[in-house]
């Protein structure tokens, strides 16, 4: 039970079930469709997984298949999972009040939430005013002085994607551990998960890392991070995430926008496609805008990454193109069940 209601589907199905591999699954559609991508993209690798198997990965265009890139706003899923891990701990809770922390954002009638804060909903702008924070300052300084923006609207009504919010959240998190933001990274989530060609350096070593979009990472310590998530919080063997932990990154956190995603924002990442019926997510991404895309398939239990550094509308059209490809794939591969999240227990939009 999550909160007094019944495990999502995918997590039930993953326990129950566990890993189911695939059969037949036709490679070389997939190769065709991203060779014709390279005109457009350039350099570029793709890997997917699927019940705790590596069933596609390639690169083009000269990329190197250890590369490090800047992932921009795919940084943002790394940071929902540390913030998730201090939630398993107990250090604090999505509905705890930010004004707890910062009193210049005590809005009446509405508080404001760290739910609100890794979901664009705080109500505060999206985009750091030019000169607002610098390299030079600690990520406490930063966030004191973004507190001090005015709010543009009540919590948990409109959606303001930026990083304003998420950096005014990971103070709060360095607060509450006690330890600095790269470090807590390092201990709760790239440590764990040894992706230890991933970090908040993107834009060199600062105390005030960015939050939202300062990441860098590689297309095999991603992959890690998306299997993990994809297996309710496991890898290895090893737990990362509580399922309650992951279950919320993927949950609707924005169900009573006046403003928002049409299929609702987890925290961190997108909620491409849902159930109808249930509203349950069953495909999930997160991509920069230079167009690296992390994403898990809940419905045929899939985790994928596009690692490029290029243009991301043209990387989104490939991706949909290739999500559409799988799903043909794999709905119609006679060797693979097709079951909500199968394979977790093994181990589970435009550019923004």
């Known amino acids: ?57 390639r690169v083009f265009g000269g990329f190197a298949i250890d590369q490090k890139l800047p992932i921009v706003s795919a940084t943002k899923w790394l940071s929902a999972a540390v913030l998730q891990s201090l939630v398993d701990d107990g250090l604090l809770s999505l509905d705890d009040p930010v004004s707890a922390h910062y009193a210049t954002l005590e809005v009446a009638g509405a508080p404001m939430t760290v739910r609100h804060l890794f979901t664009h909903t705080s109500g505060l702008p999206g985009d750091v005013p030019e000169g607002a924070c610098t390299d030079r300052m600690s990520l406490a300084g930063c966030a004191e002085a973004l507190a001090g923006l005015p709010v543009l609207t009540a919590p948990g009504r409109v959606f303001l994607y930026g990083e304003v919010s998420m950096q005014i959240g990971g103070a709060i998190a360095e ?17 764990p998960l040894r992706m230890f060609d991933t970090d908040y350096l993107a834009y060199d070593a600062s105390a ?45 956190q924005t169900p009573e926008m006046v403003y928002g995603p ?83 227990a093994g181990a589970a939009a435009s550019p923004r």
């Open 175 to 191: 607060r509450v551990s006690g330890v600095g933001w790269n470090e807590l990274f390092v201990e709760r989530i790239a440590r």
């Open 1 to 57: 039970m999550i909160g007094g209601r019944a495990l999502p589907l995918w997590i039930a199905a993953a326990i129950l079930v566990g890993a189911v591999s695939v059969h037949g699954l036709d490679t070389g559609a997939i190769d065709r469709l991203l060779e014709d991508a390279r005109r457009d993209l350039g350099a570029f690798a793709v890997r997917l997984v699927h019940g705790g198997e590596v069933v596609y990965e």
């Open 262 to 344: 049409a299929n609702g924002y987890g925290l961190g990442c997108w909620r491409e496609r849902v159930d109808p019926t249930t509203g349950e997510a069953l495909l999930v991404s997160s991509p920069g805008a230079h167009g690296f895309t992390p994403w898990i398939d809940l419905e045929h239990g899939i985790a994928g990454v596009i690692a490029v550094h290029g243009d991301g509308e043209r990387v989104r059209s490939v991706f949909l193109q290739l999500i559409a490809l799988l799903d043909g794939l794999f709905d119609t591969d006679e060797g693979a069940a097709v079951l909500p999240g199968e394979g977790l």
């Open 208 to 252: 005030n890392p960015v939050i939202g979009g300062g990441a860098r990472s590689t297309l095999r310590d991603y992959s890690r991070f998306v299997c993990m998530l994809l297996a309710g919080g496991i890898l290895d063997g090893q737990r990362v995430l509580s399922v309650e932990a992951v279950a919320a990154i993927l949950a609707n």
